[in-house]
């Protein structure tokens, strides 16, 4: 979708193993939210950021780290990955007066 | 926790036919959104009522807010195939610098041609 990227789109990777996934925007918001979305759960809200270096836990927070040095990205990582931390995991921005826009998603398995 | 839940889990019509979806909460919101997710996709957002507001239209979709009893419907008129896709409720319960919505789980809105 324009204005907001995900990276990468699709991961396998294997339990206990570092994972880090990126939300890139062009839009210049100020807001950017990280989601999981699962089967009969619908999505949850992981962490988000209100600025640069301004982010606080949501919802669905633990085993999970985020960072925003810079205005444009703002990273979801999964210092030691789990099983029931397969998902997929959408980002979101935000500008003033303005709803939500989600990205396309990150499927993410871990094995 | 959930703040929204969507009324049905699924639901299928024929082309042409009306939608009704429903969505009730449980904590006061400032106002509240209807997004729409087809398959693979992230959501896409469709329409938002503040919590003053009683009934709003976007082209077919109306959506309604009842804060006395906590409830919102969304109503898709005359459907199309197109319109098949999963549809969640969001509530914003913003009160200060940061707004945060809470989903519910979404419908499953099948339109058959």
């Known amino acids: 979708d324009a204005g907001i990227t995900q990276s990468p789109r699709h991961k396998v990777t294997e339990t206990g193993t570092p994972v880090t996934l990126r939300c890139h925007q062009t839009?210049?918001?100020?807001?950017m939210y990280w989601y999981r979305q699962d089967p009969g759960h619908g999505l949850r809200l992981i962490h988000y950021s209100y600025g640069v270096k301004d982010t606080d836990k949501g919802e669905v927070s633990d085993g999970y780290s985020v960072s925003r040095s810079k205005t444009e990205d703002f990273l979801l990582t999964l210092e030691s990955a789990t099983s029931s931390q397969t998902s997929v995991y959408f980002c979101?921005?935000?500008?003033?007066?303005?709803?939500?826009?989600f990205g396309d998603g990150t499927r993410l398995s871990i094995l | 926790s959930q703040q929204g839940e969507e009324d049905p889990q699924a639901l299928s019509i024929q082309e042409g036919e009306n939608a009704t979806m429903n969505c009730s909460y449980k904590t006061s919101i400032n106002n509240l959104q209807w997004y729409r997710q087809n398959s693979g996709r992230g959501l896409v957002h469709l329409i938002l009522?503040?919590?003053?507001?009683r009934e709003k239209h976007s082209g077919r979709l109306r959506v309604t807010l009842d804060t006395s009893k906590k409830s919102s419907s969304l109503l898709i008129t005359a459907s199309r195939a197109a319109d098949t896709a999963s549809y969640f409720c969001a509530t914003d319960a913003w009160t200060g610098a940061n707004s945060k919505l809470t989903f519910g789980k979404g419908i499953t809105l099948s339109v058959r041609p």
């Open positions: 839009e210049n918001h100020r807001y």
């Open positions: 979101a921005i935000k500008g003033r007066d303005q709803p939500q826009h």
């Open positions: 009522i503040r919590s003053n507001e």
